[in-house]
């Protein structure tokens, strides 16, 4: 899993974003992993409703978020179906070829997710150790301490 997972996720950009973001980043995280969830079913409705139209943003918001935080094969998947999808407009027909593409997005954001949390878990600082705590509780003056 580990070999599969530096093929779904570029380390530096998704170091840098670490980095740049510093505090916030775990709440960006936190964005990606809902709005990321709201696209994919976007995109699966899309397709259901055989709506070149409505694939068009879906997808181009999650390639430009996954771009962002170094989710490159997501971002790439994302980016094949709008690329059909605006040229299905144009053409005035639904993108039959990105199916299994859509169908493959869940697959794919769930490791890429997976591969977020193993990456934050392991670089989270450590929790911080609480100073053993005094008799005599709250409001009480402490004797001999």
Known sequence: ???????????????AARSELGESFARILSYYREDGAKAIEEIERAVRDRSAVCLVRPSHTLKGDSLMVGADALALAAEEIEKAARLSIEMHDFPDDVLLKVLELRGLFAQTIAFFDRETAERAPPAPTLAPRRTGGFGRKVVGA
Do not use: A, L, P
Not at 1 to 15: A, P
């Open 1 to 15: 899993m580990h070999e599969i997972s530096s093929q779904i996720v570029d380390r530096d950009r998704f170091s």
